[in-house]
């Protein structure tokens, strides 16, 4: 049986008790949400911060509001999203995205600050200590060479996150409390492509609230390839955000993830979209144009160039979707090429 490391564990009260704690000693301190990815993390070593600080008794982290700009608490679970029916109804790529994540229990553990928080993975890291010790570990953790490129001064682990690439297409921006104050940044601002240093947070921030602009107009949907429909981590996934004003569309942006240590946005996909009319054809040149920037890497389930190749079709999946389109068909053939 895996046991967990001993750790100093705090559970504040308030935003302000939980920055005040975390700034004592923010390198060797981490912040517990659901637990659903920290936990067995902490099991496995790959990660042992000294202290933990519980987010779970703050319920300013748990609100909820469903106004022209949507505004989502870390702490909201990713089920408290899939049972809201506003959100389903008015921003369904992120309802998506939320339903795809992992299996019923965790979602009811997992949060969406965890989830836009969670650490990159790969085949070399996502094993127990004793596996990793037998391979004299990795760059990541304990040491020194990368397994996936040897000659990588990086870590290329990659970013597996549902909501993240999903939030970006949506233009969501983040808030991060630390002791000093508080700052708002984009989303898509959060993340660097390092497997090790994925995030744009400070240690001693807490990331409190999603805010998601005003969502009128706009259709979205998010498409992931896994092994197992049931659940599993994405291995390529793709999210469209579209508005269409007659019949040609006014604003766009597309978001790839599990294709690098970060959720990628595509600018040329979305250039190409730009004052068209959705048809196969231009559908077809975005995917292309998103195609591009995916990097997948030999780090995580299937082979990388299917993966790199099954952007096309996501992306073109969730475009589709985005018009209107009966999707179902397309939904089964994935499903199948996924599992085959
Ligand atoms: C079997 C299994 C399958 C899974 N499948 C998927 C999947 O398909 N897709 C997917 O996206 N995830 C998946 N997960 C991972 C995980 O369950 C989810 O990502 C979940 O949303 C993480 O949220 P959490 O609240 O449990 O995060 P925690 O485990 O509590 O934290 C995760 C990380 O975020 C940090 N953190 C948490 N909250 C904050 C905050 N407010 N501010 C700053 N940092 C914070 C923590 O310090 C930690 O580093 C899976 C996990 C398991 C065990
Ligand atoms: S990408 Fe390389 S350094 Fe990063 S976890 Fe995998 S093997 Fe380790």
Known sequence: MMRLPSFRYRAPRTIDEAAAWLAESPSD???????TDLIPNMKRRQQTPRNVIALRHLDALKARSCASEITLGAGVTLTDIVHDDHLR?????????????????????GTIGGNLCLDTRCTYYDQSLEWRKA???????????????????RCLAVSSTDTAPMLLALGARVRLVSSHGERTIDAADLYHNDGMRYLTRRPDEILTHILVP???????????????????FPVASAAAS???VDGRVASARI???????RPL????????????????????????????????????????????????????????????????????????????
């Open 29 to 35: 301190t981490m912040l517990l949400a659901g637990g």
């Open 89 to 109: 109804a008015n921003c369904r790529g992120l309802w998506q995205a939320a339903a795809q994540v992992a299996t019923p229990h965790l979602r009811s553990m």
């Open 135 to 153: 391979i004299d570990f990795c760059m990541k953790k304990d040491g020194k060479t990368c397994w996936v490129a040897t000659s990588s001064p």
């Open 214 to 232: 005003d969502q009128t107009g706009r259709e979205s949907a998010y498409w992931k390839l896994r092994r197992r429909g049931s659940f599993d």
């Open 242 to 244: 579209v508005r269409i």
């Open 255 to 261: 978001a790839l993830g599990a294709v690098a240590s």
């Open 265 to 340: 946005l595509s600018t040329a996909a979305a250039d190409v979209l730009l004052n068209q009319p959705l048809t196969d054809e231009i559908i077809s040149a975005a995917a292309d144009a998103a195609y591009e920037i995916a990097k997948p890497m030999d780090n995580t389930d299937f082979e990388l160039l299917w993966r790199k190749k099954m952007v096309k079709s996501l992306v073109t999946a969730a475009l589709r979707e985005v018009r209107g389109d009966d999707v179902r068909e397309l939904r089964r053939k994935i499903a199948r090429q996924q599992m085959s």
